[in-house]
């Protein structure tokens, strides 16, 4: 079993749809949680780092539940420009060097 | 201001065939990362240096994988006798901290590598 696990997708939404990822990790011990974006082709970036209280930056919503090992992406009012994969990422802290991403999960937004 | 660097970006090789991928860092990041991406998967973690000190390797798949980062700076990832399943993009990543701390790793735009 992989440490991050998403569900890959696809998820083709149409523009302004509100669209929700999910995924779960399985180390207790991870510190710091977070989403990055990678384009096609491109390089993963950071979207946002994931809080215990949950955190929004404008339409994105992300949650954490360290209880269920479960964190959450929220996009609202979806955009074409919104068309990307989606990774989901651990970081171990202490007890690892590394990120860990999960495989991502690719969203597609229509017109 | 420059972001990470990374050469080749594409590089085809013949299988048996060694390669060396490099990576410019973010000038005075002390922290370097290489990860292998598959397609279709996310990035695997491969080392970690802070500064020129290795201080991570348990990601690499086998002995014909090294790295180096000899000065503190930059990096190069050398692959021996390549294999078809080495074919991957590495991704070169760095930070200002040091790891084990939570500091943004900033990615460069990867090696696409494609053995035949």
């Known amino acids: 079993r992989k440490e991050v696990e998403q569900d890959p997708g696809p998820f083709n939404v149409p523009e302004g749809a509100t669209v929700a990822f999910n995924c779960t990790y399985s180390n207790s011990a991870s510190q710091s949680f977070f989403w990055y974006r990678q384009d096609c082709r491109k390089e993963p970036k950071l979207l946002m780092s994931v809080y215990s209280s949950g955190n929004e930056d404008g339409r994105f919503t992300a949650q954490l539940n360290r209880a269920s090992q479960y964190i959450s992406l929220l996009i609202r009012d979806s955009k074409l420009s919104d068309s990307a994969t989606y990774l989901c990422?651990?970081?171990?802290?202490?007890?690892?060097?590394?990120?860990?991403f999960g495989k991502g999960t690719t969203l597609s937004v229509s017109s | 201001g420059a972001g990470v660097s990374q050469s080749p970006r594409y590089k085809v090789a013949k299988r048996g065939q060694d390669v060396a991928l490099r990576c410019d860092p973010i000038s005075g990041h002390v922290s370097l990362f290489w990860y292998q991406q598959a397609l279709g998967q996310g990035p695997e973690f491969l080392t970690y240096?802070?500064?020129?000190?290795?201080?991570?390797k348990s990601g690499l798949p086998s002995d014909r994988f090294f790295a180096e980062r000899p000065e503190g700076s930059v990096s190069t990832l050398k692959i021996q006798r390549t294999q078809q399943e080495d074919s991957a993009v590495y991704l070169c990543a760095s930070s200002s901290g040091p790891s084990g701390s939570v500091y943004e790793q900033y990615f460069g735009p990867g090696t696409r590598l494609t053995v035949t």
């Open positions: 240096f802070q500064n020129e000190a290795q201080l991570d």
């Open positions: 990422v651990v970081f171990r802290g202490q007890a690892g060097t590394a990120l860990i």
